[in-house]
């Protein structure tokens, strides 16, 4: 019996369209991921897809923020709840990429 998929890495990243804000880079799995699939809480599955919607909500105004604080608000939003993917999903190596940077969360975290 073949065991179900399960991702190595997944990334945080808005996208305008899409429901989920995970993605899977896996060659045979590559796109969008419901989280909760791989045993993210319904919670923060929530959270995500808000996150994302707010995003998405953009789209009406050339996908620019009203101003840098919110902007920034947004930013640091999506970078928590990268964090909080990645303490529910601890065998999954988690990135965000809405701030530039590309390092996983494991590699960002303080002492």
Same mark, same amino acid.
């Given at each position: 019996?073949?065991?179900?998929?399960?991702?190595?890495?997944?990334?945080?990243?808005?996208?305008?369209?899409?429901?989920?804000?995970?993605?899977?880079?896996?060659?045979?799995?590559?796109?969008?991921?419901?989280?909760?699939?791989?045993?993210?809480?319904?919670?923060?599955?929530?959270?995500?897809?808000?996150?994302?919607?707010?995003?998405?909500?953009?789209?009406?105004?050339?996908?620019?923020?009203?101003?840098?604080?919110?902007?920034?608000?947004?930013?640091?939003?999506?970078?928590?709840?990268?964090?909080?993917?990645?303490?529910?999903?601890?065998?999954?190596?988690?990135?965000?990429?809405?701030?530039? /940077? /590309?390092?996983?969360?494991?590699?960002?975290?303080?002492?």
């Amino acid at each position: 019996m073949q065991e179900p998929y399960r991702p190595v890495a997944l990334r945080v990243m808005a996208e305008w369209g899409v429901q989920d804000p995970v993605w899977d880079s896996d060659v045979d799995h590559m796109g969008t991921v419901d989280p909760g699939e791989f045993g993210a809480s319904d919670e923060l599955v929530g959270q995500l897809r808000r996150w994302n919607e707010r995003y998405n909500a953009l789209g009406r105004t050339d996908y620019r923020w009203p101003d840098a604080e919110q902007e920034r608000a947004w930013r640091d939003e999506g970078l928590g709840l990268a964090y909080q993917l990645q303490n529910e999903l601890p065998d999954v190596e988690i990135s965000y990429v809405e701030d530039g /940077d /590309d390092r996983p969360l494991r590699q960002r975290r303080g002492p």
